[in-house]
């Protein structure tokens, strides 16, 4: 069994009202994700269970997939993960995660963009079903891992009224946007919230920048 994530683009050729002949014609056949095995169903094959895809274009033009993906169905392990195409869909980039709540399954993503910002609803055992949603200008690569490898800084910054796709790093010449957006991160995970209200207990210690970890256990 060979299960693969693969994107059907279509166009309407006719009216819908024409009830003679199907109005959408098939026009690509696109791979977007194939898993990492020859057994779908192998609990070491993380990537065997691909379900839930859902897709959206970005205001830079790009086209967005997001699905969960995990051993089997439910497992702690699931996740949602991406993939983007620069081509309309014809070839995708490498899948990286986009959402994943430590030892709970995330599933069913939807993708929607409204101007500039594109958000992310999707669900999770945490314990009972709970439906969230997350918000950004524009998700894009490297991710952290990516980032890391390629020795980049840890604090990304961009002008996303002119940078909408998120090319520029401008963190080095916005130090102070950077120490005031930090200084409003800081303050939400003090309150244990970033909405109006008492204070609340975090679930876990927050740690703002992995530079400061040494001194935040000290």
């Not at 993380?46 to 086209?63: C, E, M, Q």
């Not at 899948?95 to 995330?106: C, F, H, R, T, Y």
């Amino acid at each position: 069994m060979n299960t693969n994530l693969t994107l059907l683009t279509a166009l309407l050729l006719a009216p819908l009202q024409a009830a003679e002949r199907s109005p959408i014609q098939i026009t690509d056949h696109t791979v977007v994700f194939t898993h990492t095995s020859t057994d779908p169903k192998d609990p070491a094959n993380t990537s065997g269970y691909n379900l839930g895809p859902g897709i959206t274009v970005l205001p830079d033009g790009r086209l967005m997939a997001a699905w969960f993906s995990s051993p089997t169905e439910g497992a702690e392990s699931q996740r949602i993960v991406q993939a983007f195409s620069s081509d309309q869909g014809r070839s995708w980039g490498e899948a990286s995660v986009l959402q994943d709540i430590a030892g709970k399954a995330d599933f069913d993503p939807v993708l929607f963009v409204a101007g500039k910002e594109t958000f992310l609803f999707f669900s999770s055992f945490n314990p009972q079903i709970d439906i969230y949603y997350r918000r950004s200008g524009g998700w894009g690569t490297p991710g952290d891992a990516e980032a890391k490898k390629e020795g980049l800084p840890d604090v990304q910054l961009y002008d996303l009224g002119k940078d909408i796709g998120e090319t520029t790093n401008v963190q080095s010449t916005f130090p102070d946007v950077v120490a005031r957006m930090t200084k409003i991160l800081e303050q939400q995970i003090a309150d244990g919230r970033s909405t109006p209200g008492a204070k609340q207990t975090n679930d876990a210690a927050i740690v703002v920048m992995k530079a400061n970890k040494k001194a935040a256990q000290e």
